[in-house]
């Protein structure tokens, strides 16, 4: 039976100036989400400021503001790497060698 995914093999990150558009597109996704929530967190009237308002309370610590927009950064980077490897199989070149022998002699 075929895999259903990836979706395409049209754009694989195979050679470096597709692994570097691709990984610029995945960064760039997760930098605007990021600073979304960082935005959100200052505006009072924002659905984000609303969700969150019970761990910002009135002193609006910029600690645990950080905290929140490195979580939900990260949770983004998540969604969205798994998303680009759904899509394009993308990630796969990232896996570390299992051979301590070929390791070595890179070093």
Same mark, same amino acid.
């Given at each position: 039976? +075929?895999s259903?995914?990836p979706?395409?093999f049209?754009?694989?990150?195979?050679?470096?100036?597709?692994?570097?558009?691709?990984?610029?597109?995945?960064?760039?996704?997760?930098?605007?989400?990021?600073?979304?929530?960082?935005?959100?967190?200052q505006?009072k009237?924002?659905?984000?400021y609303?969700t969150? +308002?019970?761990?910002?309370h009135d002193?609006?610590?910029?600690?645990?503001?950080t905290?929140i927009?490195f979580t939900?950064a990260?949770v983004?980077?998540i969604i969205?790497?798994?998303?680009?490897?759904?899509?394009?199989?993308?990630?796969?070149?990232?896996?570390?060698?299992?051979?301590? +022998?070929r390791i +070595?002699?890179?070093?």
């Amino acid at each position: 039976m +075929k895999s259903w995914f990836p979706l395409t093999f049209a754009f694989r990150s195979t050679s470096p100036a597709r692994a570097f558009l691709l990984g610029a597109f995945v960064q760039a996704i997760v930098a605007v989400l990021a600073i979304e929530v960082h935005d959100g967190l200052q505006n009072k009237t924002s659905t984000t400021y609303w969700t969150f +308002k019970d761990l910002l309370h009135d002193d609006r610590s910029p600690w645990v503001t950080t905290a929140i927009t490195f979580t939900s950064a990260f949770v983004a980077a998540i969604i969205v790497m798994n998303a680009m490897w759904v899509l394009f199989a993308y990630g796969g070149g990232m896996l570390a060698e299992t051979s301590v +022998k070929r390791i +070595k002699a890179w070093l």
